[in-house]
């Protein structure tokens, strides 16, 4: 089972002090002033994030040690299946108005029909041409919902997983 690693900022006993050096090009340089280490911090190294690679690992192998017991006790098959559907996408978006303003909100039909409301949109990636700022999820029916960037960039595109939203 993963092993809590106490992660610590490196504290020096002058941090966030700088030495002001003009450069005489009108410029000035800055200059770290360190002093003695007052608190070491975690190596961030291969040996801690491989630790945190195996700590991701043990949480899948639990996971799939959960849903085969829950197999074991009688769910059945078809309704864990259902459960854990997801379903992807991607949607294009674009923006005409100049910014504060953004008119890119678009629907995204579900290809199916959820029984409920409690399922979840997750942003997998986007990439668009400026600044998309953040992704907002509106308007949730079992049938779709609605997709929206808030940057000023004129276009987006972002893809998506749906993940439940089914009756067990």
């Not at 002090?17 to 002033?33: L, Y």
């Not at 629907?107 to 409690?118: E, F, G, I, P, S």
């Not at 942003?123 to 929206?148: A, D, H, L």
Request: charged share 20%; aromatic share 8%; with cysteine.
């Amino acid at each position: 089972m993963y092993e809590w690693i106490d992660w610590k900022d490196q504290i020096d006993q002058f941090n966030g002090c700088f030495i002001e050096e003009a450069q005489g090009d009108g410029s000035i340089k800055h200059t770290p002033v360190r002093g003695t280490v007052q608190q070491e911090g975690t190596s961030q190294d291969a040996d801690n994030f491989g630790h945190l690679m195996n700590g991701i690992i043990d949480a899948h192998n639990a996971v799939d040690l959960l849903v085969n017991a829950l197999r074991q006790i009688g769910w059945r098959v078809e309704d864990l299946e259902k459960a854990t559907v997801q379903e992807t996408g991607s949607v294009s978006l674009t923006n005409t108005l100049e910014f504060p303003f953004n008119d890119s909100k678009k629907t995204v039909a579900l290809t199916n029909v959820r029984d409920n409301l409690n399922y979840i949109v997750v942003v997998v990636s986007k990439t668009g041409n400026g600044n998309i700022g953040e992704i907002e999820i509106s308007e949730r029916q079992v049938n779709g919902f609605k997709i929206e960037f808030t940057g000023s960039a004129s276009s987006a595109t972002v893809t998506y997983a749906v993940i439940g939203g089914y009756d067990q």
